[in-house]
């Protein structure tokens, strides 16, 4: 029988790491019917014209909970050649979203994702992925439960110590969403409620992922001091609940800690030798982005997103955050303190005012005339807390040093608030390939293709994706390698990048040499229990 669609004259990287080859590839039905193959007659051929022919990207780590309906706001994906992204990161998601605690916490995280489009979160994952499979998704999702959010259902607001029947509301809420096809569990412990999470409540939550054979991924308390530390308690929780667990957008944070990448990761490859299932993603540049909530000690967020707004407005309140700020609190990552005033910028508003964008926080304070401090706290009640900062704290080598370490899966970690935020959300796909294959050559193209393609689809239990096999489905993107840019940066961040020439999700072609085509394939997709391997 003939394929419906045969793209010939390619060189063939399957994204097991393996090596390039020339031939053929058959599509039929939305999955691929044939690898490698001779030419042969088609309903429909593609002359690939030499191009690099491989799995479609997957997102390790991104934040598009919320934008993933709006065609517009997802093209900057479908340029990179991504066709799959991993959300629901940093204890953030769109569901499970229940009454007015869900709610504030969407606001709460609107900083990182975005304010609501259309709806206001979704009771669970089936909701979810009603929503979204009603919409025009340009790719596909698979989406972790945010452990923010789940708190919010089960708590309620605020971040007070969960009793015995609260921790076993929020196992037995994350049990049923896992087992409707949640990828895992997602902790933010730099964020709120996260940050005063105890033992006992994140070793329940893990043993209850490890029961259905899913991750829990972490943004860790401390990327900077307390590096080694806040790898350690994660290792320590694998080592007690079996539970697998993935270290999002791994790096270090601070002038002071630069290096601290060699120390981490020896503690990684010391504990996979152990027989512990981890894994990381990491982004190829060299500052970070969040919401400026992340910079307030986590006593001001301890009631919730409104209190905290209100708490802001009190002088006596800010007198206690700047005495914080100075000297510390254990276990807090102090950002101000590794970074200071004059590395955090201004990234994005919620009013999506340009005219403050790229400014210093120490900056910000000299014209209104005050301290940053003060500065800080006028901009987030003026914004009702939707601000995200670049966060210049992070060094090459470290960089370097995580992305070619040789598990390391590729993350954009995508922001999605309302105006201009960081280049990775643009570009940070080409940018690894031409960076790390093309311009410096610190990896191979099949082992660059692995990490954004096999592998991830692996970590994940992303089963049929990945890979090219017959029988996976054809999520498939052609391109020229010296011919990628990317063209964002961090003062025009939203330029979206070019060398891609073809993208198709399910055999759909949505990028037909270089454009979109207005067809749409992508879908939520579900995991189910078990089936998530590294």
């Not at 044939?34 to 191009?51: H, K, N, S, Y």
């Not at 989406?143 to 110590?161: C, E, K, N």
């Not at 080592?239 to 990448?261: L, Q």
Request: hydrophobic residues 40%; contains cysteine; charged residues 20%.
């Amino acid at each position: 029988m003939r394929p419906e669609l045969q793209i010939r004259n390619v060189r063939l990287v399957d994204g097991s790491g393996a090596p390039a080859r020339p031939g053929c590839l058959d599509i039929s039905g939305g999955r691929i019917a044939a690898v490698g193959g001779p030419e042969r007659p088609a309903c429909r051929v593609l002359d690939g014209g030499g191009a690099v022919a491989c799995p479609g990207f997957i997102d390790a780590h991104n934040h598009a909970d919320l934008a993933a309906g709006s065609p517009e706001e997802m093209a900057c994906m479908l340029y990179q050649g991504v066709t799959t992204c991993v959300v629901g990161n940093c204890g953030f998601s769109a569901f499970p979203a229940w009454g007015e605690a869900g709610r504030s916490y969407l606001r709460y995280a609107a900083g990182v994702m975005g304010k609501p489009r259309g709806f206001s979160g979704a009771a669970d994952l089936y909701e979810y992925g009603q929503r979204l499979n009603g919409a025009s998704m340009l790719v596909n999702l698979a989406s972790h439960v945010g452990h923010g959010m789940l708190r919010a259902a089960a708590l309620g607001a605020g971040d007070a110590p969960a009793d015995r029947q609260g921790l076993e509301r929020m196992c037995r809420l994350l049990d049923a969403l896992l087992e409707q096809g949640a990828a895992g569990l997602s902790l933010g412990l730099i964020y709120s409620p996260g940050a005063r999470a105890g033992w006992d409540e994140l070793a329940a939550l893990a043993r209850t992922a490890a029961r259905r054979g899913k991750p829990v991924a972490v943004h860790l308390r401390d990327e900077g001091r307390g590096l080694e530390d806040s790898v350690e308690e994660m290792l320590s929780l694998a080592r007690e609940t079996g539970v697998h667990i993935h270290f999002s957008h791994h790096k270090v944070m601070g002038a002071a800690f630069h290096g601290s990448s060699a120390r981490s990761l020896a503690l990684l490859d010391r504990a996979r030798t152990s027989g512990l299932e981890v894994s990381l993603d990491a982004y190829p540049y060299d500052a970070g982005c969040s919401t400026a909530l992340v910079l307030l000690p986590p006593w001001v967020l301890a009631q919730g997103m409104e209190e905290a707004l209100a708490r802001l407005e009190r002088r006596e309140v800010r007198s206690r955050i700047q005495a914080d700020l100075e000297r510390g609190i254990e276990g807090w990552e102090n950002l101000v303190g590794s970074c200071g005033w004059k590395r955090l910028e201004i990234a994005a508003l919620g009013s999506g005012d340009p005219a403050l964008q790229g400014k210093s926080l120490a900056q910000l304070g000299q014209i209104w005339g005050i301290s940053p401090l003060e500065a800080l706290a006028r901009l987030l009640v003026q914004e009702g807390g939707n601000v995200s900062i670049t966060i210049r704290g992070m060094c090459q080598e470290d960089v370097d040093r995580i992305l070619t370490w040789p598990d390391t899966l590729l993350g954009s970690d995508g922001l999605f608030a309302k105006g201009s935020a960081h280049p990775r959300r643009y570009g940070a796909f080409p940018r690894f390939l031409h960076s790390y294959v093309m311009q410096r050559g610190l990896i191979s193209l099949e082992e660059a293709v692995a990490k954004m393609t096999g592998r991830t689809a692996s970590c994940f239990g992303l089963r049929g994706r990945g890979l090219l096999r017959p029988g996976y489905w054809a999520d498939v993107v052609l391109f020229h390698p010296e011919a990628l840019v990317d063209r964002a940066d961090y003062a025009e961040p939203e330029r979206l990048a070019a060398g891609i020439e073809h993208v198709f999700v399910a055999g759909v072609h949505t990028l037909d040499s270089g454009r979109p085509t207005g067809q749409y394939a992508g879908r939520l997709l579900t995991i189910k229990s078990g089936e998530n391997r590294t």
